[in-house]
Each structure stands twice: as C-alpha cells, then as structure tokens.
C-alpha cells in the first residue's frame, strides 16, 4: 500500500505479545527504551523455542511409535510457535525499511 494516510502515520513496532482482547501491541518511540529492549529479548527467546521445537519434532516423527495425542500435542505446539516467529519476522520486516538509530 502506498499513498495516502497510512504514509503519513507514525509506524509502530510490532511486539511480540497480544493484548487482553487478542489483538497485536504496537509500541512507539525510537526503538531504544526498556520496552523495546525487552521486546528484542522476547522475540530471541521466541526464536529459540522455535528452534528447539522443530528440533524435538525431527526426533518425535523419527519414531515409528508415536500416538495420535502426542502428534496433536506436537502440531499445536508448532503451530502456536509458527504464529510467534511469523510476528517476529512482521515487527522485523516493518523496521527494515527505516533509517538506523542513532
């Protein structure tokens, strides 16, 4: 989208955490206060579960015996982890486009 209203407002940072109602946070400022700090922290922990997970998903399907609730279990732990780093890769991607901070 380009033109219009949207141009013309101030853009904020995606966090990696919903509000009360489900809906996304987003943070303003220059992307150097104790919110954003904690944001960048949340995001690498999220991350690093992701990692973690698919990892663990690797050996569980490598099994010949693995029941239908641990595979449930599994697709919604990937899922909820997918929907994490998909709004990392979201806050991340906004931001690329702005100049660097000082």
Do not use: K
Request: net charge neutral; glycine share 12%; hydrophobic share 35%.
């Amino acid at each position: 989208m380009t033109g219009g209203a949207r141009d013309n407002a101030v853009a904020g940072r995606l966090l990696p955490w919903s509000g009360t109602d489900g809906r996304p946070c987003y943070l303003l400022g220059d992307g150097t206060g104790c919110i954003s700090r904690l944001a960048d922290e949340i995001e690498d922990v999220q991350i690093d579960m992701a990692d973690r997970l698919l990892g663990h998903a690797v050996e569980l399907l490598a099994e010949r015996r693995v029941t239908g609730a641990e595979l449930h279990y599994l697709a919604r732990r990937l899922s909820e982890s997918l929907r994490d780093v998909i709004r990392v890769a979201e806050s991340r991607g906004a931001r690329l486009g702005r100049p660097p901070r000082s």
